[in-house]
């Protein structure tokens, strides 16, 4: 079993910045691929930000040029940059990382799929 820990949300005024990161820990043999996603009262769960094992990022038009998806491979740990944040970005963000993980009934390695707990971030004036 794989979990995740989020950290770094918070209050922070229009045209300010946070840095979320999220670790994640457990009988992990290999990720593939380092998520971020957010949701807005009242709308879907959307994807922010990708990072794949490669280092090959892909970011959302609503973010792009503002938030940067970063990862520390030997930490297990995915950071997400935000700058010039909006009002609009108000939301609970959440951490998803997939790879494969050591299952001890199975004796060898399993596909994994987690989420973070979700962090709100707000921004006001």
């Known amino acids: 079993q794989v979990q995740l820990v989020e950290s770094g949300g918070g209050l922070v005024q229009p045209g300010g910045s946070l840095r979320r990161s999220c670790a994640a820990s457990?009988?992990?043999?290999?990720?593939?691929?380092m998520n971020w996603y957010r949701q807005a009262p009242g709308k879907q769960r959307e994807v922010l930000a990708a990072i794949v094992s490669g280092g090959s990022t892909n970011y959302a038009d609503s973010v792009s040029g503002r938030f940067t998806i970063s990862r520390d491979n030997a930490k297990n740990t995915v950071y997400l940059q935000m700058n010039s944040l909006k009002p609009e970005d108000t939301a609970v963000y959440y951490c998803?990382?997939?790879?494969?993980?050591?299952?001890?009934?199975?004796?060898?390695?399993?596909?994994?799929?987690?989420w973070g707990q979700g962090t709100q971030v707000t921004v006001s004036s």
């Open positions: 998803n990382v997939a790879g494969i993980a050591f299952d001890r009934q199975w004796l060898g390695g399993r596909p994994f799929n987690s």
């Open positions: 457990g009988s992990i043999l290999s990720i593939n691929a």
